[in-house]
C-alpha cells in the first residue's frame, strides 16, 4: 500500500504538471518566508531609519556635546534601539571641566553595541533564514532522487549487466 502510494507519487513528480506544482509550492514557500521576513525586519528598519535622520541633523563634532542630552533623549525612546544606546552611553567619557580638550570619549566600540546581533537578532530568527537555502537543496535533492528511485522498477537492465555479456 504505502509503496504503491510513493510509486503513484514519483509518477506524478516527474510529470509535467508535478514539475509545475513543485515550483508553485517552493514560490509559495519562498513568499510566505518573504513576507514573514519584512514584517519583522519593516519596523526596525523604519527605527534604523529615524535614528540616522537624528545622527544627520546634529550639528558639528564641535558642538554635539551641547546637544547630546536632546539627542540622547529621543534615542532612548525608540523601542530597539533605545537599550542599545542607553548601554553605549553608559561607555562615554564626558571632559571635566577646565580640560583642554572637549571631545567626548567612549570606553567601548560602537559595534560592540549596535551590530547584527544586538539589532536584528532580537526581532528575527537569523539561523532559520540563513538555513533555508539549505532546507530548499534538501528538498529538491529528496525529491529528485525519490522519484528515479521509484522509477527505476520500469528499468530492465537485462544484457546490460558486465555478467552478462
Not at 513528480?13 to 518573504?34: E, N, Q, Y
Not at 553595541?113 to 544586538?118: L, V
Not at 522519484?147 to 544484457?159: H, K, N, R, T
Amino acid at each position: 500500500m504505502f509503496f504503491k502510494f510513493w510509486e503513484s507519487l514519483s509518477g506524478y513528480l516527474v510529470s509535467p504538471w508535478g514539475v509545475f506544482t513543485l515550483c508553485v509550492v517552493i514560490v509559495a514557500f519562498f513568499l510566505f518566508l518573504l513576507a514573514r521576513f519584512y514584517r519583522a525586519v519593516s519596523p526596525v528598519s523604519a527605527e534604523l531609519k529615524q535614528a540616522v535622520a537624528l545622527v544627520t541633523a546634529q550639528p558639528a563634532m564641535v558642538e554635539f556635546s551641547t546637544h547630546l542630552q536632546e539627542f540622547s533623549e529621543k534615542v532612548r525612546r525608540l523601542k530597539n534601539l533605545g537599550p542599545l544606546w542607553r548601554e553605549f552611553y553608559e561607555t562615554l567619557v564626558f571632559p571635566q571641566q577646565g580640560e583642554h580638550d572637549q571631545f567626548i570619549r567612549h570606553t567601548k566600540e560602537v559595534s560592540s553595541c549596535f551590530n547584527e546581533n544586538t539589532i536584528l537578532a532580537p526581532n528575527l530568527d537569523l539561523p532559520f533564514y540563513a538555513a533555508v537555502p539549505n532546507y530548499l537543496t534538501c528538498s529538491g535533492i529528496l525529491g529528485t532522487f525519490s522519484a528515479a528511485l521509484f522509477d527505476f522498477e520500469g528499468i530492465s537492465f537485462g544484457s546490460a549487466c558486465p555478467g552478462d555479456l
